[in-house]
Nanobody, 121 residues
């Protein structure tokens, strides 16, 4: 079983910055893709950013140039640096981790419980 825990959310003024962290733990053999998604009130969950083992990144158009995803493979962690935040960035942010677990080398796709980010003056 693989657990995923996010941290770092909060209230920030427009134009401000926040850094989200996500840690995966458990019977992990290898992690492949790590990513951040968000769900705004009344909206469906949407992709924010993903990063592969080889540090290839993908961003939603709405956050390009403002957000940066990175990972620490040794610690099974992924981060999301969010700059120039806008009110429309307000959402619950979820971490997603995909990889292979032991025993059995079974694929897993785990989600955290989410962390609230509110951008408001």
């Amino acid at each position: 079983q693989v657990q995923v825990v996010e941290s770092g959310g909060g209230l920030v003024q427009p134009g401000g910055s926040l850094r989200l962290s996500c840690a995966a733990s458990g019977n992990i053999f290898r992690i492949y893709t790590m990513g951040w998604y968000r769900r705004a009130p009344g909206q469906q969950r949407e992709l924010v950013a993903t990063i592969t083992t080889g540090d290839s990144t993908n961003y939603a158009d709405s956050v390009k140039g403002r957000f940066a995803i990175s990972r620490d493979n040794a610690k099974n962690m992924v981060f999301l640096q969010m700059n120039s935040l806008k009110p429309e960035d307000t959402a619950v942010y979820y971490c997603n981790v995909g990889g292979v677990a032991v025993p059995g080398f079974l694929r897993f796709d785990s989600w955290g419980q989410g962390t609230q980010v509110t951008v408001s003056s």
